[in-house]
């Protein structure tokens, strides 16, 4: 009975398409494992916040910022909001390993440089001003109601802790948050009480948004709503039922964002890519009008589901 066997040739032949088969199969495996993992991680850090923040008393007030002047007669400015915030405040509720400051955020883990949604370099921002401008000073007429708005925030530094379970987190806190009047038409830049960028790795990439990487923003002093920004994709433009049906045609998993998120869509537009003047609400009034949102930050009740036109950008949970 004569024997066969495989060729050299054939056996290095069929591990070379192994390999090939390989190298192109194994960059979309490994990205799918991250994906699932980051997702797991992205939850589990959710409900540890929000467990953490309903357990705080109220989210203003903490911490000082004051101006002062040494013997020499240079001026500077004492900023220990966000840090006594962590400190004094998270700290008790929330795990934490390590708090750095304004001056040491690297200490703890975090990047300088973030990539956004739309793949986009952004520098670290450092300050509340830095996140976003508007954040510090609002003043605004009501075009509905016909009266005034001023508020002015105080620009304080970042601060960056690392939690128990390794997650690397930057705080930007607003020590003169308020709290949720009842208003049908308001400016929604005061309600942010602090924002939180975290990052599950890291100075290790990819440093994205919406990946390893992602944004908590936490609204109102008491009674507080914690919102979580994954991933958003804009839709189109259209009436409020158009859109509707744009986020639905897009995937299950997409849906319109509520006011509270549109909130920290908007703060946070510089990781997201949007580049709209108004949004569209999945929120209504009791008149059952649908909410939208100026670039502003200034909210209110639109008279018509099947009139005007504003973007519909859809985000994942």
Same mark, same amino acid.
């Given at each position: 009975?004569?024997?066969?066997?495989?060729?050299?040739?054939?056996?290095?032949?069929?591990?070379?398409?192994?390999?090939?088969?390989?190298?192109?199969?194994?960059?979309?495996?490994?990205?799918?494992?991250?994906?699932?993992?980051?997702?797991?991680?992205?939850?589990?850090?959710?409900?540890?916040?929000?467990?953490?923040?309903?357990?705080?008393?109220?989210?203003?007030?903490?911490?000082?910022?004051?101006?002062?002047?040494?013997?020499?007669?240079?001026?500077?400015?004492?900023?220990?909001?966000?840090?006594? =915030?962590? !400190?004094?405040?998270?700290?008790?509720?929330?795990?934490?390993?390590?708090?750095?400051?304004?001056?040491?955020?690297?200490?703890?883990?975090?990047?300088?440089?973030?990539?956004?949604?739309?793949?986009?370099?952004?520098?670290?921002?450092?300050?509340?001003?830095?996140?976003?401008?508007?954040?510090?000073?609002?003043?605004?007429?009501?075009?509905?109601?016909?009266?005034?708005?001023?508020?002015?925030?105080?620009?304080?530094?970042?601060?960056?802790?690392?939690?128990?379970?390794?997650?690397?987190?930057?705080?930007?806190?607003?020590?003169?948050?308020?709290?949720?009047?009842?208003?049908?038409?308001?400016?929604?830049?005061?309600?942010?009480?602090?924002? =939180?960028?975290?990052? =599950?790795?890291?100075?290790?990439?990819?440093?994205?948004?919406?990946?390893?990487?992602?944004?908590?923003?936490?609204?109102?002093? !008491?009674?507080?709503?914690?919102?979580?920004?994954?991933?958003?994709?804009?839709?189109?433009?259209?009436?409020?039922?158009?859109?509707?049906?744009?986020?639905?045609?897009?995937?299950?998993?997409?849906?319109?964002?509520?006011?509270?998120?549109?909130?920290?869509?908007?703060?946070?537009?510089? =990781?997201?890519?949007?580049?709209?003047?108004?949004?569209?609400?999945?929120?209504?009034?009791?008149?059952?009008?649908?909410?939208?949102?100026?670039?502003?930050?200034?909210?209110?009740?639109?008279?018509?589901?099947?009139?005007?036109?504003?973007?519909?950008?859809?985000?994942?949970?």
């Amino acid at each position: 009975m004569a024997l066969s066997a495989f060729t050299m040739a054939e056996i290095l032949l069929s591990l070379t398409i192994i390999g090939v088969v390989a190298a192109i199969t194994l960059p979309s495996l490994t990205g799918n494992i991250n994906e699932r993992t980051w997702n797991t991680q992205r939850k589990a850090l959710y409900a540890r916040m929000s467990q953490a923040i309903a357990l705080m008393p109220a989210l203003n007030g903490y911490g000082t910022l004051r101006e002062s002047t040494d013997s020499a007669g240079s001026t500077s400015i004492e900023d220990t909001a966000a840090e006594t =915030f962590i !400190t004094n405040g998270l700290a008790k509720v929330l795990k934490i390993n390590n708090i750095c400051d304004s001056e040491h955020l690297e200490d703890c883990g975090i990047t300088s440089k973030i990539t956004a949604m739309n793949g986009s370099v952004k520098s670290l921002p450092t300050t509340l001003k830095d996140l976003n401008n508007s954040l510090i000073s609002v003043d605004w007429t009501y075009p509905l109601l016909g009266n005034r708005f001023s508020y002015s925030a105080i620009n304080t530094k970042a601060v960056a802790f690392e939690t128990a379970n390794g997650e690397s987190i930057i705080a930007y806190y607003n020590p003169k948050c308020l709290s949720k009047l009842g208003e049908t038409s308001y400016i929604l830049w005061p309600k942010l009480c602090v924002n =939180f960028i975290y990052d =599950f790795n890291g100075t290790k990439g990819p440093n994205t948004i919406g990946k390893d990487m992602g944004i908590i923003s936490v609204l109102y002093p !008491t009674d507080s709503s914690v919102v979580v920004l994954n991933e958003i994709k804009y839709a189109g433009q259209g009436n409020w039922e158009t859109a509707i049906k744009m986020c639905r045609n897009l995937d299950d998993e997409y849906r319109f964002p509520n006011n509270d998120e549109l909130v920290s869509f908007m703060i946070n537009r510089q =990781f997201i890519n949007n580049n709209a003047y108004t949004v569209w609400s999945s929120t209504v009034d009791e008149k059952n009008r649908p909410y939208y949102m100026w670039q502003s930050g200034y909210l209110q009740p639109h008279t018509n589901k099947n009139s005007g036109s504003a973007a519909a950008y859809c985000i994942k949970r």
